[in-house]
């Protein structure tokens, strides 16, 4: 096995790091799959996905100088011709654009991109799958993923309207969550909820009007729950066809913020098949 060399980086801007500069104001999500992880869990997250010859690699990887040996453990995991790059706080600052205290940061590429139908038919035949339809708030989609691993959930679908969850601050809010949960993202959710009904899915819109407690959800197979942005919550046209769900609260607030409703229900889901004790 080669030994890693670490190369040092003392001009701001040098090319070979340009993907790293400014990286609050220009994220790469949507650039040829690329995005940024930050810190040191969702690298560690990374290098396991990486390890697992999955859908994610790293590409590159920036530390902050006093940082590299305190992460020995998890650039070991990462193959040895991955470049590492390492700059003092005044550098890494200028490239970032921020003060970036957590002085870890790692180039990562995602290598396929699958199509809601198509990830819904290979679900296996006992599955829970959380749904998101217009989720906008990069923290909100961060704890979606963070709670579809929590609770043994065995996919996330987003709709084309939410955001995607390799922005950077999504994915460090997921605590890379994001890299071990399969996901699909893109068409209406009107789609993929029609996908997941023809796959045989008992489908839970979750709401504060919802019909049925959630604790009296009787448990299937095949469970969706589907959550909506903050505010407006799910459409009425979803609302109207499918059972819908509520979560029991004090009457002086009118819902929850949907990262937390989402993580309640699917304890509750999860507990009712069985997937946690």
Known sequence: MSERVFIAIEDPADPRIAEFSQIRERDLTGRSGRFIAEGTVVLRMLAAAHAAAGDFVAEKILLLKNRVDGVGDVLAAFPADIPVYVADAPVLDAIAGFHLHRGVLALGRRLSVAAPADLVAR??????????????????????????????????????TSCDPLYRKALRVSVGSVLTTPYARGGSSEAMLASLAEAGFAIWALSPAGATELNAITAAGRMALVVGTE?????????????TARIAQSPHIDSLNVGTAAGIALYSMARAMGRIS
């Not at 799958?129 to 704890?143: A, E, F, P, R, T």
């Not at 505010?231 to 059972?243: E, N």
């Open 123 to 160: 679900l296996p035949e006992t599955s829970l799958v959380l749904v998101g339809c217009g989720i906008s708030n990069h923290d909100n989609v961060g704890s979606l993923f963070r709670n579809a691993a929590a609770f043994s959930a065995d996919a996330v679908l987003l709709d084309e």
């Open 231 to 243: 505010g407006d919550g799910l459409p009425a046209t979803i609302l109207s066809r499918f059972a």
